[in-house]
């Protein structure tokens, strides 16, 4: 937000006593959600401060204690400790946070992804029912990349999102959704898929000078056809030009389930001496952003940046070590909405988006029933953003 007013100027009556409950994979997030919506509420010189619908207005706190304590079996219950009578209830949940472990019949079981929806679940039936509205954001979106049919298959994340609106949850909110068509599964109801296109931008231009950002000198890449409208949205509102990769796969074999892929086959002009932003949505082992890099670099192209919201890093670290080290990419932009490793924040080519403001002003504005179309479409932010970078005063 930089030089402009910091807290968003909300008059209108809150739908309720704003509350956040952060699963225990989200605390650190929910935290500093939690900062900015104190901050600016001390902040905010609203007439009405005193009136019954601002009750609660100005806490030292929004987020409420819960608890998910397990049996020796491994089973759980949600537990809600704090009083939750007509809030305004905002969840918070990362099913990709795997350092979290219970003990199952004394073994350490770490948390997988349907543990976490468990829980998740868990404490939507804590509420009971007694909350003015139910909004969950879900950064990851649980199971998002089982988002089609082929052969005779399940459908999970379609399910999953069902689910949730049957336990009462009014919104969805997610970011980067793999395929933002899931939310026909439930298209009477609130479902926003946020972009981090400014966040990554803007980590872009404040760790990373002297960048050209025109499209003599800059392009942007899609590793893929599936992710090829994150990489159009990127590329119209820098002014750059794009191109895309396709994967060549032989459909003779099967490998692990799939068809092996032969090659990454590059589609766009020349990126010879051109710097890169390949954007995806989420980096899992990282084989294939690093094969793109590499066809690139083979390509003869300058420096090479990847943005992705969700850093998974599934087969850890090393192979991005390497590839830093023979000089095959520059830097690595994800944001903090999943589990970070301690290791991946030290990484001299990791730059970290923080997307806790961002959240935070989404929160503040749903709780007032106020418009959040500006937040959504980032592209007044990103050129005012790269208006400052191109005059120095970043």
């Not at 749903?366 to 479409?377: F, P």
Request: hydrophobic share 40%; glycine share 8%.
């Amino acid at each position: 937000m930089g030089n402009r007013e910091e807290k968003r100027n909300l008059e209108t009556i809150p739908v309720g006593s704003l509350g956040m409950i952060a699963l225990e994979g989200c605390k650190p997030l929910g935290e500093q959600i939690d900062r900015y919506l104190v901050k600016w509420r001390a902040e905010r010189e609203s007439e009405h401060k005193e009136s019954l619908a601002f009750a609660g207005y100005q806490r030292d706190s929004y987020l409420l204690k819960s608890a998910v304590p397990r049996f020796g079996s491994g089973e759980a219950k949600g537990m809600i400790l704090q009083s939750v009578r007509g809030t305004d209830l905002y969840l918070l949940v990362d099913v990709c946070n795997y350092s979290l472990t219970y003990s199952l019949c004394g073994h350490e079981n770490h948390m997988s992804p349907d543990d976490h929806y468990q829980d998740l679940k868990r404490v939507i039936a804590a509420v009971g029912g007694k909350a003015r509205r139910i909004t969950v954001i879900m950064p990851f979106l649980y199971e998002s990349r089982q988002h089609k049919r082929t052969a005779r298959e399940s459908l999970d994340c379609a399910l999953a999102l069902q689910e949730l609106v049957q336990m009462g949850v009014d919104n969805i909110i997610t970011f980067d959704a793999h395929d933002p068509r899931v939310q026909n599964a439930i298209p009477l109801h609130g479902f926003e898929t946020v972009q981090p296109a400014y966040q990554f931008i803007k980590g872009l231009l404040l760790h990373v000078k002297n960048l050209k950002l025109d499209s003599g000198h800059m392009m942007v890449i899609s590793p893929d056809e599936g992710g090829m409208t994150r990489a159009i949205y990127i590329a119209n509102v820098l002014g750059l030009d794009m191109g895309m990769f396709y994967k060549r796969r032989d459909y003779t074999k099967v490998v692990n389930g799939r068809n092996p892929i032969v090659a990454h086959e590059f589609l766009g002009t020349s990126v010879e001496g051109k710097d890169m932003i390949i954007i995806d949505d989420m980096i899992s082992s990282g084989e294939s952003v690093l094969e793109v890099a590499a066809a690139l670099k083979e390509r003869k192209a300058n420096q090479i940046f990847v943005f992705s919201t969700f850093g998974l890093f599934t087969s850890g670290l090393d192979r991005f070590d390497k590839a830093y080290e023979n000089g095959i990419i520059s830097k690595v932009l994800t944001t903090n909405l999943i589990y970070q490793t301690p290791e991946l924040l030290q990484r001299e080519w990791y730059i970290n988006c923080d997307m806790s403001k961002y959240i935070a002003y989404i929160i503040d504005t749903l709780n007032h029933d106020s418009s959040i179309s500006d937040l959504l479409n980032p592209n007044e932010r990103i050129q005012s953003i790269v208006g400052r970078y191109k005059n120095g005063e970043l």
